[in-house]
């Protein structure tokens, strides 16, 4: 049986990635060794979606209030780089990490399946 899942980020500015996840985020982690730091995420849900075009995986962090989401983002200097829009399964926005990569994040209006 599985224990988990493990999500990778492959970036061009790992270190200030990390420190953005770490500080602003406020995900806590682990050091792997040599600093190289593992973050613990929220729970988490997987969903597969039918496509016509190339097969691809993406991420969203979930959140319960994503307007109160997006005012601590601007408190903390956080540019919010797509803002709020409303989708048929939940409102949606993001975030730019400093190595230049987007970070989606939503609030779902579909019911949930990470708290089963």
Request: aromatic share 10%; glycine share 6%; hydrophobic share 45%.
């Amino acid at each position: 049986m599985f224990s988990g899942a493990h999500a990778i980020f492959y970036s061009t500015d790992a270190d200030a990635d990390r420190a953005f996840i770490r500080d602003v985020l406020g995900f806590p982690g682990v050091d792997a060794g040599q600093g190289w730091l593992i973050f613990r995420l929220p729970p988490a849900e997987l969903a597969v979606h039918p496509t016509t075009d190339e097969p691809r995986r993406e991420l969203y962090l979930m959140c319960d209030d994503i307007n109160a989401q997006v005012q601590d983002f601007l408190a903390k200097g956080v540019a919010i780089t797509r803002p709020v829009t409303d989708q048929p399964w939940g409102r949606i926005a993001a975030v730019r990490l400093p190595s230049g990569a987007e970070l989606a994040f939503y609030e779902p209006r579909h019911p949930v399946a990470h708290s089963l």
